[in-house]
């Protein structure tokens, strides 16, 4: 992957954790309640644990090179 697609890989994983903190912060902060919360907590949690892989791979193979 080029230049370009990482810096959009790096824009999802900052969007992905931000918005994490923020779910969680309405959860567990605010005591705010509701069935997709902790649902959507999940998903941009492995959302952005898959980018920071994506990242890692693709340095491991620049790397490589």
């Keep these: 992957p080029g230049r370009a697609a990482m810096g959009v890989v790096s824009g999802m994983v900052v969007y992905n954790a931000g918005i994490l903190a923020v779910l969680v912060h309405a959860g567990l902060g605010l005591g705010l309640s509701g069935s997709g919360l902790w649902p ?5 949690a492995l959302m952005a644990a898959w980018c920071v892989a994506t ?3 693709s340095a491991a193979t620049a ?3």
Excluded: F, G, Y
């Design 40 to 44: 959507a907590a999940l998903v941009h």
């Design 55 to 57: 990242l890692r791979r």
């Design 63 to 65: 790397m490589e090179r």
